[in-house]
DNA sequence: GGGATAATATGTTGCCGCAACAAACTAATT
DNA sequence: AATTAGTTTGTTGCGGCAACATATTATCCC
């Protein structure tokens, strides 16, 4: 085990500075009053602490509130200008890159097609260099960067920062944290994508102050992050989080999952099953719009172009969307009943399709899970849409700096 | 929220304390100079640590250790003697009891016939004659009773000592906890069927030390209990674990849950489907034993008397448990690739079966988990196979006896 | 073989720095 | 004057540190 497990006093203040450091992010604004009330600890402490936080330049006074007897309090804030932080997403089929502020603020962003197939190497160039971009953005402006986020899909050696396996985008073994540290002289923070997402939607999101939640990422795969007593689980190896691989065994489709086994929930609910549904009913109706868009965009059948064409009104692309909705569903119900969760939320490329999708979710969920835990749960759409795992990458790299703060000297 | 979140001095001896008692527990015998090495702590700490936890009798010295160099180390090991515990466990059709020593070594046991359908509080009044017969055989020992721990199946308000809901008892909202404290004088502890039986593997059985598994109790259902990160995952209103109602809806039986819904796992994996493997079976095949054991003990069609039919080499016993392992380990796959678990345990009632089931729950799992994340889990059958949650019964009030210690006053 | 000495490991003692806490204080407002 | 915010000063109790006492084995020399 890595983890410490004793405690002493340096632990001590190391928590509490946290404690309230993250109280102020998330409850700003706030006096140090307020702040020894809501954690209990004594006004003498809490000073302290907010001094200590006030050098570090992580927090900042905004002035005094009005109104009420006695002594106006000086309100604090978590300092947007604590520094600027990169994140990276590895989709699929694109790459995208963010600066934020300390407050995950966009400051900055690109997104560009990419192509995993093609050449590994060639990705992770092209990566690079918007990342360079983004450095060179956040120089300019004066702030130091605090660090670099990289999410992609698969399975992540966190420590390592390295991608052990994506299904996806049949990659093995890539040492990204090295790659990235060596090439930006950043600190590097390797992250799979559904997991950053769970935390951005924690720090910055629907799931502030929540300690149990599931969020489920939907793109060309299903994954998720399971924020579990108020942290991120992980499991014996970081694998954690492969929900779309329950076996359901459903009629009619017994689509073979690119995890290699037949049945697997995620063949139901995916952006793939998606279109297949589509273009089972274009086989059979001939009224819908969607080969009209097709033509006209010279597009192939994705899911932006369903549902530009359910936003028309199109029949057959809102059923596709309202049948995907009770497949997805039907795994909220079995992890609802699992997890007890306070939310689902629901995020990934395919969640631009969330508002077709959300009603049907739910109604599955009301007709195939346990009454007394279903209704503990809120499913919801998750902040950021499709930019949940983007987020997540500035979400990893501000959070862990939200709890080691160590490095944060004087300015 | 309940949890205290900030540390002080108090929080830092009671966070070592704990874990030194913990580690004497799980390593003894062990010495104080090893337990230094282990924490990390110093070894003037350590010394104070166990100098208070001899003070409160929770451990003693076991005499020096021999050969090597250097001064012989003085072993420790956790006090049996430190005070007996009571553990109840209600069925859905049997009440058991047992006393045991700090330890969990039973000293007393009793077990009952029982139906919750006929009249609750007669049942209730049962489990209560026999716990005061075990506090009598507690007391003829001058041996102090730490506490009373009861499971039972269903959805428990942990902190209340409610029972919520039980489907399979079909009870409702039973103060357990107050009925018992009034009528014992004891600290009682209220806790999930399945989660006892986590605990009780983690304390005692074969998951010591071990951070991430589930615990599989099968019986007139299949629930969970989820040990993530180092201790026990109850969701946010403590519902976490109904593993058994994840929906798979696969053919051909779509048997009607107690849940109410259709295709919920357990209905493939339960005690029932497999009682009805084996109908099936008998309607066509007449060379089972079974029918000729029915009639000879004038027994139902049990899960003990096919489990014998398959110890006399019966096919069809044999087949139907291999059948429904099939079914289990599908469901075990899927949880895998949720929670990437260092081990999977089945235990509770059925798993008197577990020889026959264990191989094809392998089989299953290997054929549809992802092979990165089912190479890490092992799958393993509880020690203490159907007795598994009258030990987590006990688990439960030791476990917190390990935690919190401050009512152990110098005996 | 046997006695002295060295080496090694265990566990204790006394002191220190540092954490939160408590109480008495000042500050700024209605 | 009453009220609330925040600071100052001193106290308590924690674990760390380094020196020390203790108890054994290993080794050398006679």
Known sequence: MNTKLTA?????????????????????????????VLTGLNKSTVSSLVDELLEKNLVHEIGSNVGGAGRPAMMLEVNAQAGNVIGA????????????????????????????????????????QIVKEAIA?????????????LTTPGT???????????????????????????????PVYVENDANAAAVAEHLFG??????????????????????LNGKLYRGKNGYAGEIGHFPIMAEPYQTVCHCGNRGCWETYANQYSIIQRVQAR????????????????????????????????DKEAIDSFAEAGLAMGQGFAGLIN????????????????????????????????????????????????????????IAIVVDD????????DKK
């Open 8 to 36: 002493d006093q340096a632990f001590v203040r190391e928590t509490n500075l946290s404690l309230v450091l993250r109280l102020i992010h998330s409850q700003a604004p706030i006096s140090r009053a307020q702040v020894a």
């Open 89 to 128: 997403e590895l989709g699929v089929d694109f790459v995208s890159v963010a600066v934020t502020d300390f407050m995950g603020n966009i400051l900055w962003r690109k997104r560009e097609e990419a192509d995993p197939n093609v050449n590994q190497v060639k990705m992770i160039n092209q990566t690079l």
């Open 137 to 149: 953005f956040g120089k300019k402006k004066h702030q130091r960067v605090l660090g670099l986020g």
């Open 156 to 186: 992540v050696n966190i420590n390592e920062g390295v991608l052990i396996f994506a299904p996806n985008l049949h990659w093995r073994n890539v040492p990204f944290g090295k790659i990235f540290a060596e090439q930006t002289k950043l």
């Open 206 to 227: 629907t799931a502030r102050q929540v300690q149990d939640f599931l969020f489920v990422f939907s793109g060309v795969g299903i994954g998720g992050g399971l924020f």
């Open 282 to 313: 274009l086989e059979v109706k001939r009224s819908s719009i969607i080969p009209k868009l097709m033509a006209e965009q010279n597009s192939g059948l994705t899911i932006p172009l369903i549902k530009q064409a359910a936003d028309a009104g």
């Open 338 to 393: 699992i997890f007890n969760p306070k939310k689902m939320i629901l995020g990934g490329p395919l969640s631009i399709a969330g508002e077709y999708l959300l009603p049907n979710i739910i109604e599955a969920v009301k007709r195939h899970s346990m009454p007394e835990i279903s209704q503990q749960a809120e499913i919801v759409l998750s902040k950021f849409g499709p930019d949940a795992s983007l987020i997540g990458a």
């Open 401 to 408: 700096a939200l709890t080691r703060f160590t490095h944060f």
